[in-house]
């Protein structure tokens, strides 16, 4: 049964519905079942058992060190090995919640990668809700349910929920969130849902900044079409804006405190700039200059200090690319490239296309498309989705690409695969039905 733009089910299918989410009755399998998948792999698959090398460095890498930093008493900083002071090298959503758990649980323990594991794994999960939700108010129910079980029983999207102890699963929850909220307000009366707006992209900052990359797309989005609906939207961007700088204002003062200047959210983009710019740059992360893999770089952070080491890096890759411009254009046009198709693995690296990442593209394949064919049917929302594909994985052009970077945009790539796959189906019956007919 299909619904169209936030349309509601016939009284026959009204039964389904819980009364307090509105959420058809194959949840009450589908959650459940997710999580328990998942929990379960992290047992079977030994997920919980992280390699201990490096001083336990792959337990939660940087975001780890800062955490074990926290539960220890130092507060929030050495990103790196020794102490090396107040950091903000990451954001501080992650790394506190990883110091709570290590207080509790112990700091790189096995009960502690179990908890960090299954919180990973409940977003992942959780996000089945604003996925079906944005798939039933643009593409109708039918897409809505199979959007949401095929994110709920994805194997793919269990992967960055147990092997990955990062923000891998919270980004994409509240990133689908904050989509689903800008459907929303394009006829949202009152000021109610740009307060929530506010919070939840002040949320979305203080856990990865990339979110804010795709702020001012949906910001105008929802401008225009409120405005072609006759409502009103200065006052709710007044509070809307209000509110965000509200929830991250804590973290930018206690930064000014910290370092004796502003920072806004984070301060490591030197490096990340550097780590894909450079002598021997191409198109991928050089990941030998990391401080963690490479002893003389490590010696400057501590020496240094990170706000100057992070400003010697941007200088040094700023350099190079006023030497090799044209260089910089075709390595962006590779990560370009990259980010799609999936990284080719170092054994590969100079091949023009990596057979093993076959997968990976198709999927971005298939979203393209059904991008292309959402636009040309004029789906609601249709534009939304192409600014975010669009403005997200813009800054990763510029500095190196990661097959986890294009996770956050999975849950709405998934929605445009599900939808190109049921108008192939359809169209398939409606030619051999024409055929039956003849």
Not at 176 to 193: K, M, N, T, V
Not at 312 to 324: G, T, Y
């Amino acid at each position: 049964m299909e619904t169209g733009k936030g349309g509601a089910l016939p009284p026959s299918e009204q039964w389904g519905f819980t009364c307090q989410l509105g959420l058809p009755s194959f949840f009450r399998w589908l959650l459940p079942l997710s999580l328990a998948l998942q929990i379960a792999s992290i047992g079977i698959l030994h997920q919980y058992r992280v390699r201990p090398g490096n001083d336990n460095f792959e337990f939660g890498w940087e975001m780890g060190r800062v955490a074990r930093s926290i539960a220890l008493g130092h507060g929030f900083s050495s990103p790196y090995e020794g102490n090396t002071g107040p950091t903000a090298w990451e954001p501080p959503l992650y790394p506190y919640l990883m110091g709570g758990v290590f207080k509790v649980f112990g700091i790189y323990t096995q009960a502690s990668a179990w908890v960090l594991l299954s919180i990973n794994s409940f977003f992942a999960t959780l996000t089945c809700i604003p996925i079906y939700r944005i798939a039933r108010r643009t593409f109708g129910e039918r897409v809505a349910r199979w959007s949401a079980i095929a994110w709920g029983l994805s194997p793919y999207v269990w992967y960055w929920s147990i092997h990955w102890i990062w923000d891998t699963t919270f980004t994409p929850f509240l990133l689908a969130c904050i989509f689903l909220l800008a459907l929303e307000l394009q006829d949202w009366p009152g000021w109610q849902g740009w307060a929530l707006f506010g919070v939840l992209y002040g949320i979305g900052a203080l856990a990865n900044p990339t979110m804010l990359a795709f702020l001012p797309f949906c910001g105008f989005w929802i401008w225009w079409h409120r405005y072609r609906n006759g409502l009103a939207s200065f006052a709710g961007v007044v509070i809307s804006s209000l509110v965000f700088f509200a929830a991250i204002s804590p973290w930018v003062i206690r930064n000014y405190e910290v370092f004796d200047r502003f920072v806004f959210l984070r301060d490591d983009f030197g490096l990340q700039f550097r780590l894909g710019n450079g002598t021997g740059a191409d198109g991928m992360l050089m990941a030998y200059l990391q401080p963690n893999l490479n002893k003389l770089e490590l010696e400057h952070f501590q020496s240094m200090g990170e706000l100057a080491y992070a400003e010697s890096c941007k200088r040094k890759a700023f350099a190079w690319l006023r030497e090799n411009p044209r260089r910089f254009a075709a390595i962006s046009l590779k990560r370009l490239f990259y980010y799609w198709n999936g990284v080719p693995r170092e054994s590969s690296s100079s091949a023009p296309f990596d057979f093993r990442t076959s997968a990976f593209l198709a999927t971005s394949v298939l979203a393209l498309w059904g991008l292309g064919r959402a636009v040309r049917k004029k789906i609601p929302g249709a534009w939304l989705l192409a600014g975010l594909m669009l403005m997200y994985p813009a800054i990763y052009y510029f500095v190196y690409p990661h097959a986890r970077y294009r996770h956050p945009i999975e849950p709405q790539l998934t929605i445009l695969i599900v939808f190109i796959i049921c108008e192939a189906l359809q169209g398939k019956g409606q030619r051999a039905e024409v055929r039956m007919q003849k």
